[in-house]
């Protein structure tokens, strides 16, 4: 049994990942922070917790969340999450961020993409991509795992077979996705209010949204070279769920028989990855509510075109699920404790 804290619980990453520990057979939640919700009990905030947490939310104190826990998740905001974590580190507790701050390897990178000095450079070296797909040995070493985000974890997976065979034009790569209104976070925002996105599709960031650099970042170590992506996301009246849809071109003479064989010998021992039949393509509510990433492929051979379809929940395998996986590693839990279930089918 370890201890954990949450820092950042109330938003919507956080309440997630407390639905899944206080379930957890080998966790005991101790600390819950919240700059909102000083005071009140978590299940006051979040009902549907009630009978399984009656912690009440804290201010964030380092020194006191490092006495209590063994391991910290930390659910903050893009540029405020690094400064938590190195103090967190420093006191030597395991941490997994959700935040953008450890995911890119270069310091430049980060501060040409998020507009800020990186306030711990010298901690990018000992962190870890979470994605365990890629990266499971280093994870279960690592002192800081840097959760991936939701865009990329979908848009990775459906890309790293076919990019580490070495069978597409690297400089062809367009991904289209599509995000539940849950994955810009729980803070009121004009945009996300319900008039505003009902009956509505929108793209938003193009040629410029953040998660670019870290969908480049793993596919060019995948590739052995620098590879660029063109990469538009969309709002959809929806609450959680992502659904990339992806062109690439290929060598001629690659079939759908071929290709689904070739990411099935890719994922055959990963019990979160789910390769689709020929022909067949998963939507969002085939992987609502889980950690899975459903992967659906088709040859255009009239084109040379691979079009790659992939289905992950943005708060599940794109975000909270995700660290439960990357913490069951570290700690060396068996990997599929506490999120091993089908898909929440309305």
């Not at 040995?137 to 840097?146: F, G, K, L, P």
């Not at 793993?218 to 659904?243: C, N, Q, W, Y």
């Not at 459903?294 to 599940?316: A, E, H």
Request: charged share 20%.
């Amino acid at each position: 049994m370890i201890k954990v804290g949450v820092v950042g619980a109330t938003g919507y990453t956080g309440s997630e990942l407390l639905r899944l520990l206080v379930c957890h057979p080998c966790v005991s939640v101790e600390v819950v922070t919240s700059e909102n919700y000083v005071g009140r009990e978590i299940s006051s905030v979040f009902p549907s917790l009630g009978g399984f947490l009656s912690l009440s939310c804290v201010k964030l104190d380092v020194e006191e969340t490092a006495a209590s826990c063994d391991l910290v998740f930390v659910a903050l905001p893009h540029t405020e999450s690094a400064r938590v974590v190195s103090s967190l580190a420093a006191k030597g507790k395991r941490v997994i961020d959700f935040s953008a701050d450890f995911r890119l390897r270069d310091s430049a990178v980060y501060e040409q993409w998020y507009g800020v000095k990186h306030s711990s450079p010298e901690l990018l070296g000992k962190a870890v991509y979470g994605l365990p797909e890629l990266h499971r040995s280093d994870i279960a070493e690592a002192s800081i795992v840097a959760n991936p985000g939701c865009y990329p974890t979908g848009a990775i997976l459906a890309l790293a077979p076919v990019i580490k065979e070495g069978w597409m034009d690297t400089e062809s790569i367009i991904i289209d996705s599509k995000s539940g209104v849950s994955g810009a976070g729980r803070k009121l925002n004009l945009l996300f209010h319900f008039a505003e996105c009902n009956e509505s599709v929108k793209a938003y960031s193009i040629a410029g949204h953040r998660h670019i650099p870290e969908i480049e970042q793993e596919i060019s170590r995948l590739a052995g070279d620098t590879v660029k992506v063109v990469f538009t996301p969309h709002l959809i009246p929806m609450t959680r769920g992502i659904l990339s849809t992806i062109y690439v071109s290929i060598d001629g003479g690659h079939t759908g028989a071929d290709v689904v064989e070739t990411y099935r010998e890719f994922y055959k021992d990963e019990p979160f990855v789910r390769v689709r039949n020929e022909g067949e393509v998963p939507s969002t509510l085939d992987t609502r509510g889980s950690n899975f990433c459903d992967i659906g492929v088709t040859v255009d051979q009239r084109t040379d075109k691979l079009i790659i379809v992939s289905s992950i929940d943005n708060l599940g395998k794109g975000a909270s699920w995700q660290a439960v996986q990357n913490m069951n590693i570290v700690c060396g839990f068996k990997e599929s404790d506490g999120i091993n279930v089908p898909a929440l089918f309305p």
